[in-house]
């Protein structure tokens, strides 16, 4: 039916210009993956695929129903055309439509298989529908992905299925090789034909299910990246109101000091030490005895030099005597005397 006129060489050029691009940009010649050059590729691909697959699905060409002797060599190999638009539905890098991409490439890829597991090609086993950790609905599991986590056994089993794999896949490349020319070149029998096309199938199940879990661990990765871009619960005691900060200020010797000099900054407030006292005083720290009136700056040399006199205004006796000792004293040793260190 792929061959009738005007319907068949249309389906065929249309798969093979998107084989052949994917071809080349599965090839990695281009520069980046991200240039506008590959983009269009990927668009030319997609856009011609998306054709194929439409006329395949008018044509019928595949049914769940029937069974592999019963397609036709000539449309085998219109049978991976799932698998193809799923593996260039990769190759966009718009990141806002990651997630988007994935599910679509994961869908491709999964009704493949499910293609070819009807009609018994390949031994594997079908991966579920969705991805690890949603319904049907599309909705998240409860749990989240990582509610479940693979056991050692369950990853040794992984492991030995992927090298199987790999094997199986190396030597389909060897064998696919050794048949291109013959069928590329007409030269073909109807067995090398059809083999032909069923070790292209194989070849691509094998890609289908590595392609599968590496979308679903991605898928992974970027829905746990969206949770944490979620705004968090604020931390605990961080509903408290900041404390107000003091306002610096400078002590000066009286209000004209301090707005001739002031602290060299016009936007400092200062005060004198009576206002400070003052403020403290209204603040309850002081009282107002301890608030000193009139001088400020008196030293406390000062201090007890004004007490002692008045201590001799007071005819105080021992005070009197104090005083004549250390006039006496000072007769007989001159200012400087002892100090021979410096020689002052």
């Not at 970027?222 to 109101?241: E, I, N, T, W, Y």
Request: proline content about 7%; charged content about 30%; overall charge negative.
């Amino acid at each position: 039916m792929a061959k009738g006129p005007g319907e068949g060489p249309r389906l065929a050029e249309l798969l093979e210009t998107g084989r052949r691009l994917w071809e080349e940009l599965d090839s990695g010649t281009e520069p980046s993956s991200g240039a506008p050059a590959v983009q269009d590729k990927v668009r030319q691909g997609l856009e011609a695929l998306r054709q194929a697959e439409a006329m395949v699905a008018q044509l019928d060409l595949f049914s769940e129903n029937e069974e592999l002797e019963e397609i036709a060599s000539a449309d085998l190999k219109f049978l991976p055309l799932p698998a193809l638009l799923g593996a260039l539905t990769l190759k966009q890098v718009d990141l806002n439509k990651r997630l988007e991409h994935l599910k679509s490439a994961r869908t491709h890829f999964w009704r493949f298989l499910k293609l070819c597991s009807s009609y018994g090609l390949g031994s594997f086993q079908l991966p579920p529908a969705s991805p690890p950790g949603e319904e049907d609905t599309g909705s998240p599991a409860p749990g989240g992905p990582a509610a479940a986590q693979p056991s050692l056994v369950a990853m040794a089993s992984s492991r030995q299925a992927k090298i199987e794999r790999y094997k199986q896949k190396k030597e389909l490349e060897n064998r696919l090789a050794s048949l291109r020319s013959f069928v590329e070149g007409g030269q073909a029998d109807e067995d090398q034909i059809r083999e032909f096309y069923t070790l292209q199938i194989r070849k691509w199940i094998s890609t289908s299910l590595e392609e599968i879990e590496s979308i679903d661990q991605e898928m992974v990765i970027l829905r746990s990246r969206g949770s944490v871009k979620q705004p968090s619960a604020p931390p605990h005691g961080a509903s408290r109101q900041p404390r107000t900060p003091l306002k610096p200020f400078i002590l000066t010797r009286d209000a004209a000091q301090a707005k001739v000099f002031g602290a060299g900054y016009p936007g400092l407030p200062t005060m004198t030490v009576d206002d400070w006292y003052e403020q403290r005083r209204r603040q309850g720290v002081v009282s107002a005895q301890s608030a000193p009136r009139g001088a400020p700056d008196i030293t406390d040399e000062e201090l007890q030099k004004q007490q002692q006199e008045k201590k001799e205004e007071e005819d105080d006796e021992e005070a009197l005597q104090k005083a004549r000792n250390w006039d006496d004293w000072k007769d007989t040793h001159p200012r400087g005397y002892g100090n021979r260190q410096n020689m002052g």
